[in-house]
């Protein structure tokens, strides 16, 4: 097996973090580093470095505002000001590189005032009251000015807002009159995501973050990822929250409510109860769902394994096509399942919408099988039946809203919560989540596999697809070919992971693809080229490389997740997000995925009945086909 990436063009690192570790590893193999003495502490750091790194070396606390882990210096918000010796004006930690000796003061009072000057006149032109706020007690303005003493409004304070709040995005709310133009959601959205929504217009006093020529966010090239709400420390971005109409249909009784819980969200609500990252609350979510109300818990891991199912099944009917009945066919194959990367492509590269698998994601498809087979085997009138998803994705909200997206007769999946969104919900209904007893998913969809846990994080669909279409087509246990079927090249935070999985031999056509496959003969000696892409920045990079001809369009099969860290950083997450909390989710979910007993799809017992009992033609037959996936035109609609 080869896992060295091909040569593509690389990004600068849009990361703070990135940058000083790119200078620590150049100066240090010249031995480049130089003395700074902070609040009388002195320490050798690489050339380079910035003093607010250099300060928490120390543990010499610098607040900072427009500062975010994830993307580049930006310096604007001034909130990280500091002393340094020698120099007529402060100077913004976050932004200035020790190049030479210095000496700095982090609290004198010259610093102190300035500090507490700059939130006077932030809060200033911020409206709103904190009690009405959904950022209220998680808010980075709000805990600057307690923590600076702001008892009353300096400089004054609007008394009505300035700006008409944007609720046209199924997604996103945007209220300006919350902005503090610390710009993250623009570095987001052009550094991180690559995708420029938004950029700030006016100069001086005049200066505000908005869209092309003004226009509502949900009438421009928005993917809906919500990673700009995942990075603004104020109010300004907030997902658009549906949770009083989900209170409404619980309390209505006649109405049927069930819940899909990703795995995601599972192993990041604890965060929102005081629970570190990556502490998994899994079965006492089930629990607190029951308590708020819910009718039926249900487990999306069910889905994604339905999910594997069908693409991995349209993955082999496309390499048949191009291989036995030479015919051309879209490679290389894209994963659908995330409908950031979705609208993505919509938006930047329609010419390749043919290379989507037409699988439904695992969302979509548990709506459609809950408001056709699970109606019918319950004797409830689909019309009853009020579908909610539990996601970790702000693009979940308009992915379910897609007006193509109603297969089943009705709409698959009525509505989209977040993880902020539920646990508001939990905390409303008074309960404290980690004390909860445990307990488990209901039937008939409650039995799930490793592999649907592992969608949750980037190359975690890839894996789950290895799985099983090695197993299929090789004849083997996939535990024979990698350790505890850990297929440990498609994971990790790398931008882009690539791989090459020979298949020496072949087995027998498993019954449930009998229909489709006389035999894998034509797979014998093959060599299945996949590759993993997280973030749409990483997806460019990728989808510039197939255009030119390059390496990846080479490929058979590749994993796009919209998303830094795939769905464990998704936009619906708690706040706040960085590398470090996003490694901590993806650990919780490979330690449930290492626990389970069956941990691959095709040998999950609630999908096999599914088969037998529902979608009778097997994986990619014609109920499947109408049910689970879709159609795309040239145009990038979907049809039938």
């Known amino acids: 097996m080869s896992t060295d990436l091909p040569e593509t063009p690389r990004r600068a690192p849009s990361s703070q973090q990135g940058q000083t570790v790119a200078v620590a590893e150049n100066t240090a193999a010249i031995g480049g580093t130089v003395s700074v003495t902070i609040d009388g502490q002195t320490l050798k750091v690489p050339l380079g470095t910035t003093i607010l790194d250099a300060a928490r070396r120390i543990g010499v606390k610098i607040p900072t505002l427009c500062n975010h882990p994830d993307l580049c210096v930006a310096g604007v918000c001034r909130i990280c000001s500091v002393e340094v010796e020698g120099q007529r004006t402060l100077q913004a930690a976050c932004a200035y590189p020790v190049t030479s000796p210095i000496t700095v003061y982090t609290h004198t009072r010259k610093v102190r005032m300035a500090r507490r000057h700059i939130v006077d006149l ?73 995708v420029g929504t938004i950029e700030v217009l006016g100069r001086g006093r005049t200066s505000h973050v908005s869209t092309f020529l003004e226009k509502p966010l949900g009438s421009v090239v928005c993917i809906n990822c919500g990673q700009c ?41 604890g965060e929102c109860f005081g629970q570190p990252a990556g502490t998994a609350l899994t079965f006492e979510l089930n629990t607190a769902l029951r308590m708020c109300g819910f009718d039926q818990v249900f487990d999306t891991n069910f889905s994604a394994d339905l999910t594997i199912l069908e693409e991995g099944t349209e993955l082999l009917l496309r390499l048949k096509k191009a291989l036995v009945d030479k015919e051309p066919a879209a490679f290389p194959q894209f994963t659908s399942c995330s409908p950031g990367w979705v609208k993505y492509l919509e938006h930047f590269y329609p010419e390749y919408i043919p290379n989507l698998s037409t699988a439904k994601s695992p969302q979509q498809m548990f709506g459609a099988v809950i408001k056709t087979y699970y109606a019918e ?34 709409k698959d999946v009525d509505y989209g919560l977040t993880t902020r969104e539920l646990a508001k919900m939990i905390s409303e209904t008074g309960l404290d989540l980690p004390r909860l007893p445990k307990s488990d998913f209901d039937a008939p969809f409650g039995t799930a596999t490793g592999s649907g846990v592992i969608f949750g994080a980037t190359g975690g669909v890839m894996e789950a697809a290895l799985r099983t279409v ?45 229909p489709l496959f006389p035999s894998w003969d034509f797979l014998k000696g093959a060599t299945l080229k996949v590759a993993v892409a997280h973030g749409t920045a990483n997806a460019k990079a990728v989808m510039e490389d197939i255009k030119r001809g390059g390496p990846f369009s080479q490929c058979h099969f590749i994993e796009f997740m919209g998303c830094p ?24 979910i490979y330690a449930e995925d290492s626990a ?6 095709h ?25 689970l996936h879709t159609h795309y035109t040239e145009r990038g609609r979907y049809i039938e």
């Not at 807002?161 to 009159?177: K, L």
């Not at 791989?499 to 020496?504: G, Q």
């Open 122 to 194: 932030m809060l200033s032109e911020h409206y709103g009251h904190c009690y009405a706020c959904g950022r209220n007690n998680n808010c980075e303005l709000q805990t600057l000015a307690k923590e600076y003493g702001v008892d009353f409004f300096r400089f004054g304070h609007p008394e009505k807002p300035a700006h008409a709040i944007d609720h046209s995005s199924y997604s996103v709310v945007r209220d300006n009159n919350k902005c503090v133009l610390c710009r993250r959601c623009v570095r987001t959205c052009i550094d991180l995501q690559d």
């Open 229 to 269: 709400i995942n990075r603004c420390p104020t109010g300004a971005l907030r997902a658009n929250d549906p949770t009083d109409e989900v209170w409404e249909a619980i309390h209505d009784p006649r109405k049927h409510v069930v819940i899909q819980t990703a795995p995601s969200p599972r192993a990041a609500i």
């Open 377 to 410: 085997k319950q004797g409830i009138d689909p019309k009853d039946i009020v579908t909610v998803a539990l996601m970790p994705c702000s693009a979940k909200k308009f992915e379910c809203n897609r007006p193509e997206m109603d297969d089943s007769g009705f």
């Open 470 to 514: 090695i197993e299929l087509v090789v004849g083997v246990k996939v535990e024979d070919l990698f350790e505890h079927a850990d297929i440990k090249p498609v994971r990790g935070f790398e931008g882009v992971k690539y791989a090459e999985i020979p298949v020496p031999s072949v087995g027998p056509v498993p019954a449930i693809l009998a």
């Open 565 to 588: 860290g795939g769905c464990i950083g998704g936009g619906g997450q708690p706040i706040p997000t960085s590398p470090e909390i996003r490694k901590a989710r993806a650990q919780a």
């Open 596 to 601: 389970y007993a069956v941990r691959k799809s």
């Open 603 to 627: 040998e999950n017992p609630d999908v096999l009945k599914v088969y037998a009992e529902f979608l009778t033609e097997g994986p990619c037959g014609h109920r499947s086909h109408k049910l």
